[in-house]
């Protein structure tokens, strides 16, 4: 479990270190007029990725994440508030369900939410709970406290949950390919950036990725 950055570590990495923390990004896409950004959507994205944000987005970030991992849930609602402040912005969240078979559970029930269009209430849910080691019972009792409809949550798993968890086998081997090794984990433009960040963290590493970007 990675430490948390501070706003040093975080804009150190964003501005000397693009594309050297995973090999698989070692070339950014390129086109004959100008420099493109990493296709992120094309190596992370499918039809059933939770994605949010602008349609035309010049930037997109990809976060790894797992409901057991305290950092994630300090990051979450600065991640929240970035996505809903910057219009420019996409966000792809991929539950990477490490740290316990509950965090499989709430993984799990955040893709049915997904289906029935309540994703986003199910993961505030669920990253709202305080601390690690949450166990199931304590996802389930945060989701049906939520507006999520858990009765269509529940019919969905039951009915769905082998492609559910294809999905999240989908997302470890993702993640095993490009060599992460712990939560959170975010790709941000061409930048690859591990452990807690807080707005500000954020927002200097999305200004640095445009500018590497020349947007």
């Not at 964003?14 to 007029?33: C, D, G, K």
């Not at 289906?115 to 199910?122: F, H, S």
């Not at 950036?193 to 500018?211: K, T, W």
Request: with cysteine.
């Amino acid at each position: 479990m990675p430490k948390p950055m501070t706003r040093r570590d975080a804009a150190k990495l964003a501005l000397i270190a693009p594309f050297a923390a995973v090999t698989a990004y070692a070339t950014p896409a390129t086109s004959q007029e100008q420099d493109l950004p990493p296709d992120l959507e094309a190596m992370f994205g499918s039809p059933d990725t939770p994605t949010f944000g602008a349609t035309d987005a010049n930037l997109t970030i990809v976060a790894f994440l797992d409901y057991n991992c305290p950092f994630c849930k300090q990051s979450a609602p600065h991640l929240k508030a970035l996505r809903e402040s910057d219009s420019n912005l996409t966000v792809m969240y991929k539950d990477w369900p490490i740290l316990s078979a509950a965090s499989v559970y709430g993984g799990q029930a955040a893709l049915a939410a997904h289906r029935n269009g309540q994703y986003l209430e199910a993961h505030e849910a669920l990253m709202s709970i305080p601390g690690g080691r949450i166990t199931e019972a304590e996802m389930r009792e945060a989701l049906e406290g939520s507006p999520v409809d858990m009765r269509k949550v529940d019919t969905i798993i039951e009915n769905e949950g082998d492609a559910l968890l294809d999905q999240l086998r989908r997302n470890l081997a993702e993640a095993d390919q490009v060599g992460i090794t712990g939560t959170p984990a975010y790709f941000i433009g061409p930048y690859f950036v591990g452990g807690a960040l807080d707005l500000g963290q954020f927002r200097e590493i999305v200004a640095s990725a445009r500018f590497e970007l020349g947007m």
